[in-house]
């Protein structure tokens, strides 16, 4: 694989970039070596600016659910760009995405559209804490809800990647607001609330992590959230931001048929431009400023070129066969990378729902973060780089999603498997 060009920016990137990058992940550090610099995307292929050519299961981490440069996006975003970037006022698109969003998941009412995960996640527990009037969060190992401080406790994406499980900086009194326990633990839940219950605003998490490798929930584990959040009156917040339109289209309450108090979105609703949403009951919401006291706000906010992109992307998702497509192809990929692993005698444990996967090299069963960080993360790095040399760019980190598109057709499959099989044997 050609990497001149990258070589060389990547050394003039870490002249002038903290670490070469603008988010911590794309340095490589969870595979080693050094990352390759994007040049252009089309469908389900990315290529780099040495001219290689990748079929790529990263997709910008998740919202690229059309894949790159789908040309129903594509136009949306150029013909609201030809009207204004952004205004400060409001306008019809967001009126339309909101009604998309209210349309598609089942617990949401009312939303409230930011710019990133982060701030929404952030904004959401601000939001629960008024609501209840109580400081406690509970946050579930491994699962991450962005940067903000008091969310920066055992969570993973690329905390785990780089073995950091706080982050200097944070005020010790802030994040002894944030409580923690073990993912799929009902008993762990239980003690916690039994001891603190009074004093919990909420319980946020992934309902499906998707940031130290995909975990499922056991059976009745989110319900059984449910009912405790409910019998000591605290509220439940999911981080839908990964799994939303990409386990179901009305996200994991869908699936899992559990409702939430608020849900957290991004990713897809934005069709590859920054966004980020909040929501969640009338009765909730309407405690966010400017109708209740609970002030929240941002300046692009809901912008045009981020709505246009999350309203087209939204319109194609839920043409007649469209994401079923989807999943229906992560699941033969799945089940095929399955086999040409056990044919190389190399231990792996898959999991996958809807259009997320993951395939830990860990012979399982992974339920928890401390099992998802018990994998063989040296034969992993081995894999990513023999994947790439033949074409596959998949996520550098065994603690991250793989994601399929609707541009991932017969011919990607097939070299993927073509190249999965050589990179098991060099293993």
């Not at 150029?78 to 019809?92: M, N």
């Not at 981080?239 to 990713?267: C, I, N, W």
């Not at 399955?338 to 999991?351: H, K, M």
Request: net charge negative.
């Amino acid at each position: 694989m050609k990497s001149a060009i990258s070589q060389s920016l990547w050394k003039e990137a870490n002249r002038v970039l903290v670490g070469g990058v603008n988010s911590p992940v794309r340095a490589f550090k969870g595979v080693g070596g050094d990352p390759f610099f994007a040049a252009s995307g089309k469908g389900a292929r990315v290529t780099d600016v040495d001219g290689n050519e990748l079929i790529d299961y990263v997709l910008s981490w998740g919202p690229l659910i059309l894949g790159h440069a789908h040309p129903r996006v594509t136009e949306a975003v150029r013909l609201a760009l030809e009207k204004g970037s952004s205004f400060g006022i409001p306008t019809e698109a967001e009126i339309r995405l909101a009604e998309r969003i209210v349309e598609i998941v089942p617990s949401i009412e009312k939303v409230r559209l930011v710019n990133s995960g982060t701030e929404a996640t952030m904004s959401a527990i601000r939001l629960a804490r008024g609501y209840t009037v109580r400081d406690l969060i509970v946050k579930l190992e491994g699962c991450y809800h962005g940067h903000a401080d008091g969310l920066l406790v055992k969570a993973g994406s690329g905390l785990t990647t780089l073995g950091v499980p706080t982050s200097p900086g944070v005020p010790a009194a802030y994040a002894s607001c944030t409580l923690t326990m073990p993912y799929n633990d009902l008993d762990a839940a239980r003690a916690l609330f039994e001891a603190h219950g009074e004093n919990i605003a909420a319980i946020i998490l992934e309902p499906v992590p998707g940031n130290m490798g995909v975990v499922l929930p056991e059976d009745g584990y989110l319900q059984a959230l449910r009912d405790l959040t409910a019998t000591y009156g605290s509220l439940l917040i999911f981080d839908e931001v990964m799994s939303g339109f990409r386990v179901a289209m009305g996200g994991a309450q869908a699936h899992f048929s559990v409702m939430p108090d608020l849900t957290v979105l991004g990713k897809v609703i934005g069709g590859g431009l920054p966004v980020g949403a909040y929501g969640g009951s009338e009765e909730i919401m309407d405690r966010v400023s400017p109708v209740g006291p609970i002030y929240q706000a941002g300046t692009l906010s809901g912008n045009p070129l981020a709505t246009a992109a999350g309203i087209a992307t939204l319109d194609v998702l839920e043409e007649p066969g469209v994401f079923n497509g989807v999943v229906e192809t992560t699941t033969k990929l799945g089940a095929e990378l399955g086999a040409l692993a056990r044919e190389a005698g190399v231990p792996v444990f898959q999991t996958q729902l809807g259009t997320m996967s993951c395939m830990f090299f860990h012979d399982g069963p992974i339920k928890s973060y401390s099992d998802a960080t018990a994998s063989d993360t040296k034969r992993y790095a081995k894999f990513f780089w023999g994947m790439l040399e033949r074409g596959v760019y998949l996520a550098p980190s065994q603690y991250e999603a793989a994601f399929t598109s609707i541009a991932h057709g017969p011919s990607e499959i097939d070299q993927t498997l073509s190249a999965a099989k050589a990179a098991f044997a060099a293993l």
